[in-house]
């Protein structure tokens, strides 16, 4: 388990531009539990996929759209799955056969449902997080700083999903001191809802390995697993917590102002870091 989270945080830092590299393929076996063709991603359940990461359950995207059709949910597949640096997505798909779903199958993508959703304007909860070293963080007291908080786990394989989280936060973080509308007015919080293996200490070490300066980018979560999905929840961050320990989860990234209103919420991983900081400037009034 720690091999693969240790090479995960080397791909993180090693980075890269231009043109993609060529991907490292692993193959894998599961069964399909959904299908979203609007977004080419499929979820899937499957084994250990050796060399890169245990068997779970997660959304994996196709570049293809081709190999989802005539696909359905309950099929039983072999795949390819190819992974870089910053992307990883299924390069090869065919059905062995198909078979009913497991009763606990989760049969939908994550998204948070039967809440009330904060959204621009709305305050955010004074729910107090701990942060790595101990120390309280609350969305209202933020010292006269407009805020950036995503969500994560430490322990999370695909480099699109949490992975790319901690990357974009890292590129804001080295930005801010450069923007004098920024500059000592922002803070970044990466929340953690995987208490369980995310401890104060395992934290601590992702965010050294990640350059985070505690001044301005900090990691927090909650110590109860059920208390920090109901603070997720809040956002649009559904986690889906399985019988053998692994998450499922979608992505919501919030910006906050000075007084812990809610600026804007962007879903999925798609921003980047300079839509980002322009989000922050117009929480700072800049």
């Known amino acids: 388990m720690m091999r693969w989270v240790a090479a995960l945080l080397t791909m993180i830092a090693a980075g890269g531009c231009g043109r993609e590299p060529s991907p490292v393929t692993y193959p894998l076996s599961g069964q399909i539990l959904a299908i979203r063709a609007d977004t080419q991603e499929v979820l899937i359940r499957h084994g250990d996929i050796v060399g890169f990461m245990p068997g779970m359950t997660m959304p994996f995207r196709v570049r293809d759209p081709r190999l989802l059709e005539g696909r359905a949910a309950g099929d039983l597949i072999t795949a390819t799955l190819s992974v870089t640096d910053e992307a990883a997505w299924i390069s090869a798909l065919t059905s062995t056969g198909h078979a009913p779903l497991p009763v606990d199958a989760r049969r939908e993508f994550p998204a948070a449902t039967g809440i009330s959703l904060l959204g621009p304007g709305d ?131 919030i910006v906050l102002d000075r007084a812990g209103l809610v600026v804007a919420v962007h879903d999925g991983n798609q921003w980047t870091a300079d839509q980002l900081l322009t989000d922050l400037r117009r929480a700072a009034g800049r």
């Open 123 to 253: 305050p955010a909860p004074d729910t107090e997080l701990s942060a790595a070293d101990g120390s309280p963080v609350s969305l209202t007291a933020s010292g006269g700083r407009v805020t950036a908080m995503t969500f994560i786990y430490t322990r999370c394989p695909l480099p699109e999903f949490c992975p790319l989280m901690d990357r974009r936060f890292a590129e804001v973080q080295r930005a801010v001191p450069r923007d004098p509308a920024l500059a000592g007015r922002v803070r970044l919080i990466s929340v953690s809802f995987d208490p369980d293996s995310d401890t104060p200490a395992r934290l601590a070490e992702h965010a050294r390995a990640l350059g985070a300066n505690p001044a301005v980018w900090q990691f927090a979560t909650l110590t109860e697993g059920a208390a920090i999905d109901r603070f997720a929840a809040a956002f649009g961050v559904n986690v889906i917590r399985e019988a053998d320990g692994t998450i499922t989860h979608n992505l919501r990234t």
